[in-house]
């Protein structure tokens, strides 16, 4: 690149910290009369030929950690634990999955009434509150889960160690609820057990289910049950293409990701976990970071992929307190998110909570809870958001690697001339302009694809049928 200026290594370093985030200003830049912005940095190293597409410097400028957790992890300690390990339990995952935390059993005790049992990997029971690994997984407030890499909220020798069906036992903090006919519960508790899983993709349990086996089909009888109990108390379903994103020096690649009827029991059941554990803090004065969420801001009818994402913009944010509210997206009185504590640092708090009270011992107070909250929810926001932009990024990659495909779009939204576009099979929203109506489909091409502004021009393609 004649054309080009020859940075020297000092300037290139500038470059790159100012396109990471890492500092705001760049002589490099100045001279060149360009803005002195991550953008323009990012762009310039492209330009270069410094950074690759494959790059993405968006963790680094939300301050989200890539180095993985390294300190190191306590056995579990010697306690009285109820043993489950007659009763046959599964963690159903996504292929590939490499932390698996939570598993689920069914138990038959009479009376018109099923025990499910939601079986949850006893991370507290090696990290306690302001221990080493708490202060670190605060600090992240989640796992970064990156099309091109994973950074764990604990280190990798923990999930080893503490993850379900890793071993032929697992230690386990168990809710169980006592399940009528009509999905509500008689009676709920939370116990520490010993449990002996089984791991199966959502593929595999499905075939199960198809071939009705057991329990596969009593979870998927309760799951139904529970969801129509929710929905007629104003739970809001939403559903909308997922993706799964992965990508490497080489590529990037976009897959829609199936939803088999036991992907949605699966998530039934740790919806139940939560109610459950909610319940069982609130009986016994046990504070909480319980999920809340207010009311939707409008009514939103219809299974349309444009209502669904209507539906999903009337939701607010759901917020974490130390004391019980509802939760009126999921149609619950109470919830607290209890399934994912090696992936969730507010999940972690929960199971830390639940264990002290088990063990006799006073759980944190409601005021040092809520500095926790606070910490541990803004350090996740920025996870959460750096996975956002990079999934996004890589998505743009998967694109510009095939200039001629044309997409199938549908309009799901507009604002005056401009119209919102969803690309179903990619679940990549884009802008258009366009006067078509909410719901028209036609196939969209794109172009003038920016990786270091995360934009494009998508254009309707000829001959397309609106």
């Known amino acids: ?47 270069l030929g410094l950074w690759t597409e494959a790059r993405t410097p968006y963790a680094d ?38 932390d698996p935390d939570d598993a689920v059993a069914i138990e038959k005790i009479g009376g018109g009434l099923t025990r499910l049992w939601v079986h949850v990997a006893d991370v507290a029971a090696l990290i306690a509150p302001d221990s080493p690994l708490d202060l670190e997984a605060r600090s992240r407030g989640a796992t970064l889960y990156l099309p091109d890499q994973t950074i764990g909220m604990v280190p990798d020798a923990l999930v080893e160690q503490a993850g379900l069906g890793l071993h032929e036992t697992s230690p386990a903090l ?72 992965k990508a490497d020096e080489q590529g990037a690649y976009v897959t829609p990701l199936p939803k088999p009827e036991m992907r949605l029991v699966v998530q039934e059941c740790m919806t139940l976990a939560g109610w459950g554990a909610a319940i069982f803090a609130d009986d016994n004065d046990i504070p909480l970071p319980f999920a809340t969420q207010d009311y939707p801001t409008r009514t939103v009818r219809g299974d349309t992929l444009p209502a669904q994402w209507a539906r999903r913009k009337t939701l607010a944010r759901t917020r974490f307190q130390p004391s019980p509210g509802p939760h009126h997206g999921m149609g619950l009185d109470l919830y607290a998110q209890v399934t994912s504590p090696m992936r969730r640092y507010l999940d972690l708090v929960v199971h830390q909570q639940l264990r002290a009270f088990l063990a006799g011992r006073e759980p944190m107070p ?23 932009l990079s999934r996004r990024h890589h998505t743009l990659r998967f694109i510009a690697a095939q200039p001629e495909r044309e997409w199938p779009a549908i309009v799901i939204d507009r604002r005056g001339a401009q119209a919102t576009v969803l690309i ?33 021009r998508a254009r309707i393609a000829e001959n397309s049928s609106q």
């Open 366 to 388: 409601s005021k040092t809870m809520s500095s926790h909250i606070a910490q541990a929810s803004l350090n996740a926001d920025g996870t959460r958001q750096a996975e956002r």
């Open 1 to 47: 690149m004649t054309d080009q200026p020859e940075l020297s290594a000092a300037q290139r370093t500038e470059l790159e910290l100012l396109a990471r985030g890492k500092q705001e200003k760049s002589r490099v830049l100045r001279e060149m009369a360009l803005p002195e912005t991550p953008e323009a940095a990012h762009a310039l190293l492209l330009k």
């Open 424 to 456: 179903p099979e990619l679940a990549f929203d884009v802008p258009i302009s366009t006067p078509a109506a909410v719901g028209t489909q036609f196939r969209v091409k794109f172009s003038d694809i920016n990786f270091s502004t995360l934009s494009s």
């Open 174 to 245: 168990s809710v169980c609820l006592d399940l009528n006919a009509d999905g509500n519960a008689d009676a709920v508790d939370v116990v520490l057990t010993t449990v002996k899983v089984k791991r199966l993709t959502y593929s595999e349990a499905q075939q199960k289910l198809e071939a009705g086996e057991e329990p596969f089909v009593t979870l998927a009888r309760l799951a139904r049950a529970s969801q129509e109990l929710r929905e007629s108390e104003g739970a809001l379903s939403i559903d909308l293409p997922e993706v799964r994103v």
């Open 61 to 98: 400028r939300l301050h989200a950690t890539l180095l993985p957790v390294t300190l190191p992890v306590p056995a579990f300690p010697e306690e009285e634990r109820l043993d489950l390990t007659h009763l046959p339990a599964f963690a159903i995952d996504d292929e590939g999955n490499k």
